[in-house]
């Protein structure tokens, strides 16, 4: 098949696509036959650094997305600057220090030292650069619309210094036709050409935070190019580091899969979320009829309930699905209903709190509470979005006394709450009147807990190991 430069398209389809416009006469047919040679070079020159780590990396937003991330370019010979907004979290990184989980201190301290990676404030070194990932947050405002706001002025950043030869390529979770309706055009208008100046992709993160199993490397990552030669430059720049890239035909797919990724675990936690509260009102154990269900050996996959969704995630993604679909007249009715039950489970929490509390004869007025986990899951400190933070502010409302204890949340202020962690000391187990596991942490005493207290609403079964009173124990 013949070479892309070889092609000897029509000069107004050529012209067209390299963004000059046909005014006739042969001179333009040189120019454009030129530009068609300019454009193949610019590729095949960021292809060669991009294929011997020469290629200089810019990774905006050093968070548990965008350190790992480069984190694993410098390990394989690439130059990185971290662009970090934060200028506090900028000055840890220079100094050899870690504050993500899933990245080896004593990885990050090297390339530091080797001069392999460090971080800048702002965007004055973007023109050096020959890749640009960004990892920056897509929140939610408060009627659960696309907040944009980070993307939009990082890329409006980006196109003061964006230069020929650059690729730039976004990775945060967002609703298809962000990269091609929203970047594109604020990139060109620093008067450059997308595809033939510079180069363009979606590739969305697949982080799990706390996952040891799938890291950055070794996790399969979809690539889509807004045409194909930002694809192929897109394609050999992500290769370079991560074990197996999946390429697809667009930026727009490239982000619906993600979207629908997310949806897909939005859906069938509310699943089982709806089934817990008809389980409750069939005084039936959905743990066990989960666990029953799931050993069935093909066309199932574990979910299970819990005080509701947290995570800067699974909350918030869909709905970026959702809004985007109403452009097209089109209701996404499951992630509507995911949102509304998986939303509505800290009131839960509170109901069967409230039973616990009547079968101890005891108000909630007058109840001492403890909040046994503030993350928003297992394992790890981040407590952004957690459900638990719902549940302590429904229970406060209800006039109760409420501590928590967290074994990876020193302290956290958010929702109008500011708490500090309360040690779990035999003193401060007796003096409440009863528990709510609300994050299932490993290292946890449960059987302790539960000794001690004299009633447990354990909304994680995370005390299905427990050897004894059992009888103290309410399942969600
Ligand atoms: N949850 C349940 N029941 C379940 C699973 C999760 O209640 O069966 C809750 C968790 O407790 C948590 C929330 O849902 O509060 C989100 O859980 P998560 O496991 O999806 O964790 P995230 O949001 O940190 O990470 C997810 C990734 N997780 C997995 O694939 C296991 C993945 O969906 C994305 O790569 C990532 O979000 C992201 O960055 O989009």
Known sequence: MSQPSQRRASPVALGARLGHKYIGGPHLRILAEHSEADVQNRVNTLLAKIENHTALVGVVGMGYVGLPFAVEKGKVGFNVIGIEQNPARADVINRG????PDVKDEELRDLVSTGHLRAVYDFREVPQMDVIVICVPTPLTRNLNPDLQYVESVTRELAKYLRPGQLISL???TYPGTTQEIMLPILEESGLKAEVDFFLSHSPERVDPGNSRYTTKNTNKVVGGIGPNSQQVAVAFYSQTIDHVVPVSSANAAEMVKVFENTFRAVNIALV????LLCDKMNLNVWEVLDAAFTKPFGIMPFY?????GGHCIPLDPHYLEWKAREYNFNTRFIALAGEINRRMPEFVRDKTHRVLNMLGVSPSKSKILILGVSYKRDLGDWRESPSLDVIKLLQEDGAEVVYHDP???NFADHGLAMECVPLSDELLDSCTMCIITTDHQGVDYDRVVDRVAHTLDTRNAS????RNRDKVTLL
Do not use: D, Q, W
């Open 97 to 100: 220090e870690n504050y993500i």
């Open 171 to 173: 990775e945060s979770t």
């Open 273 to 276: 979320n709806e089934l817990a």
């Open 305 to 309: 309930p819990g005080p509701g969704v």
């Open 408 to 410: 990876h949340v020193a």
């Open 464 to 467: 299905k190991r427990l050897t």
